[in-house]
Every structure is written in C-alpha cells, then in structure tokens.
C-alpha cells in the first residue's frame, strides 16, 4: 500500500491538518479576549476541553461512524472502532492517495473547533464539568452524523447531502459553521442570559489578544479550506485565495458599515469581520472564482455585522456572536455556491444561478442548510435541556459573579488586586 501513496498530497494534509488544530488554540486566545477578565482562562480551558474529549470520542468510535461504511446515508458503520482498519491504508476516495490516518487526523481538528466554536455563545454563565459532559454528548449525537452527510462521500453509497442530495460544500459550511450557529441559539436559549446582560457593559477585556486569536485563525484557516482539497494542486491554490480574499474583503465590509453605522471603525469589528468572511468563503472557497470570492466576502461582512445586533433585538444572550458570524456567515457562503459557482473554478462543482446553472443548485443547498439547520438546534437543546434538568449547566449566580477563573480553576489570568469584579 505504502507505493500508492502521493508524498505531496499527504505533506499537505499533514501540514493542514496541524494548521487547523491551530486554530483552536487561536479560539481560546480569540474567546479570552473577548470575554472579561474574570473568565478568561474559563474560556480558554474551554477550548481545550474540546481538543481533550474530541480526541478521545474520536479515537473510540467517532472516525468509524463519521466515515465509515453508509448506513442509508445516515450513519457511518463500526468497522473502525479504535481506528481499527487503518494503519498502513490507504484512501483512494475521489482520487486521492493518502494514509487513512492522515484523513482521520484532519477531520479530527474539523470535529475539534466546531464544539470548541460552541463555548462562545454561553460564555460566562456555564459549568465547566458540565460543559465537558456536553462536548462528548454533542460529538457524538450531532457532529458526527453531520459530518457524515456532508464529508462522507463513497460514490453515491455516503453521506446524503453529499452523495444523494448533491449539495456542494466544499469544507463545512454545513458542518462546521451552520451546525454550530445553530447550536449555538440553542445553547444560549437553554442556558438564559448572563447576568446583567443589556444592563451592564460586557466589553471585552484585552483587545490585543482579541487580534492576535483573530489572526492565529485567520492563518489555520488556509489549512481549513485549502486543505479540503485533499491534495497539492490547483484547486487547493484556488481555495487559498479565495479564503484570503473573502476573509480580507469582509473585514473592510464590516468596518465600513460599522462606521457608518455607529461613526468608529473598531479594532473588534475588524476581527470579526475577518472570521465572518473566512466564516462564508469556507463551503465555497473551491466553488468560485476569485472576483465572486471578493463578492462575498464584502457582502457577508455586512450581513454578519447586522446579524450581532440582532442578539438585543430578540433578547437572546449568544455572547460571543456565534450565531451572527458562523450560522449567518455559513448560510450566506452555502447560499453563494447556488448563486455564484462556476465550473471553471471547479469542474467537480456547478454552475449557480448567475452563471446559467438555473436554481437546481440552488435549491440543494436551501435544502442542506434546512434540514442541518433544524437537527442542529433540535438535538443541541434536548442535549443541554438534559444535562440542565439533571446535573445543571447553568453556574450558580454568586460563582458568575465572583468569576468562573477562580471558582472552577483556582486561578486568575492576571495578578489582579482589589475587586476583581470590577473588570
């Protein structure tokens, strides 16, 4: 088997691979910026919660069900159980001559900053084992049947989304940034407002770090969307330039709409401009052609910096603004792809609706984003409406007071006198 193997296209995913999982780290920094002082590692220890118990849940069963052999496009099987099956294989899916391992190892960092992306919405208020709990229960209940929908192509025996519905999603429009806006409503529903929300001011406490997580994540993302290619050529150098020119075009969208509307160009808005454009270029970024990239991204950067406010409007406390930038910026790339792809881009993809494709591609991907949607926010809240009723997920209101760094890990993120809840 070793033979067969493409040494180029397996450095790429290798190095993809370690490129993503980057990006949790770069969430943990992101997060702990934008939160206060007094949680900050809390948000942190979040993020590597979820590389812990993903690893693990992974490891066991989740690679095997997420691509292993198809269950009626639903579920995959448990042929690789402890990833049984797979040392010194090889996948040669679509072409690609790659180790199994390095395929496993690349959708494990995907699985891996979809939960961690979760903590964001309930941010400040949530019990740290209970939080644990829910990372194994979600991976398990949510993440990976998504992923193998959307991921599990077998030549027309996979995933239903990708193999019978043939939507187009590129690298996880559905199941990375759609299943984890949508998640993320349920979460802050289930687990209510935080304390003092829309009285009190909730500013995040270090902006520095705030850039710097937005640029470790705007760096991983390369490994993200051009990694999806699987290999080391053309397409994977359109995906690459397509995320750095929808992720760049939307921080301006943002900053130039946040200036008109607010009269301040901020250093926060560029940041989340950013990861709303990477957010939307992400199922399309091998669909498109570089203009249509910079098309989007100035539009999602519009639309994700409306979508924040709207938090206050409907008064749900979705901290971090998981829902307005992932599910937002996800549904505004899914929705490109019916709108804006070309087969020159891609001549494994379609062509949309502006481009002479008719709304037949269109219609597939309302579809995916429906129904990923729906399940996502379905099973999310039974999920965490149980670990609620049961354990509770919800910290007691003195700890979210006092500040969930020294209540549930007996340390602080700076050497801080006096009352700390001032900060």
């Avoid at 454009?277 to 992400?282: E, R």
């Avoid at 990239?293 to 406010?309: E, F, H, K, N, Y």
Wanted: glycine share 12%; proline share 2%; aromatic share 10%.
């Amino acid at each position: 088997m070793q033979s067969v193997i493409n040494s180029g296209d397996t450095a790429w995913v290798l190095a993809s691979a370690g490129l993503v999982l980057f990006m949790t780290p770069g969430l943990a920094v992101f997060y702990g910026g934008m939160v206060r002082a007094k949680s900050a590692l809390n948000m942190m220890m979040m993020s590597f919660a979820a590389i812990g118990v993903t690893t693990i849940i992974w490891v066991l069963y989740g690679y095997s069900l997420a691509f292993g052999k198809s269950h009626g496009g639903l579920i995959g099987s448990f042929d690789h159980l402890g990833l049984g099956n797979t040392l010194d294989q090889v996948t040669g899916a679509e072409g690609h001559q790659i180790p199994v391992l390095a395929f496993a190892m690349f959708q494990l960092t995907f699985a891996i900053i979809t939960v961690a992306l979760l903590s964001g919405a309930i941010a400040d208020r949530a019990k740290y084992g209970s939080w644990v709990i829910f990372v194994a229960a979600w991976i398990t209940l949510v993440y990976i049947p998504v992923a193998h929908w959307a991921f599990a192509s077998q030549g027309g025996e996979g995933g239903w989304i990708i193999d019978k519905l043939k939507a187009l999603d590129f690298a996880g429009g559905t199941v990375v940034e759609i299943n984890s806006g949508a998640a993320a409503l349920a979460l802050a529903l289930v687990l209510g407002k935080r304390d003092g929300f829309r009285k009190d001011p909730m500013r995040p406490h270090n902006m520095p770090l705030v850039l710097l997580g937005a640029g470790m994540l705007w760096f991983g993302w390369f490994g993200f969307n051009a990694g999806s290619a699987l290999s080391a050529t053309s397409l994977a150098a359109t995906a690459m330039i397509n995320t750095q020119i929808a992720t760049a075009a939307a921080a301006m969208s943002w900053v130039a709409f946040e200036k008109k509307r607010d009269g301040k160009a901020t250093t926060l808005g560029v940041a989340s401009g950013a990861i709303a454009g990477a957010v939307a270029i992400t199922p399309a970024c091998g669909f498109l052609n570089p203009l249509g990239a910079l098309i989007l991204g100035l539009i999602a950067g519009v639309a994700s910096s409306w979508a924040v406010t709207r938090k206050y409007k409907l008064g749900y406390d979705d901290s971090l603004d998981v829902v307005g930038v992932h599910g937002v910026g996800g549904i505004i790339g899914m929705l490109a792809i019916g709108l804006l792809a070309t087969v020159t881009a891609n001549a494994a993809g379609a062509d949309g609706l502006l481009f002479g494709g008719g709304t037949t591609q269109l219609n597939r991907q309302v579809i995916a984003i429906i129904v990923v949607a729906l399940f996502s926010f379905a099973a999310t809240w039974l999920i965490a409406t149980v670990i609620q009723k049961t354990i509770g997920f919800r910290a007691y209101r003195d700890d979210e007071l006092t500040g969930l760094d020294t209540t549930y890990h007996a340390e602080s993120a700076y050497d801080i006198t006096g009352n700390s809840n001032r900060y």
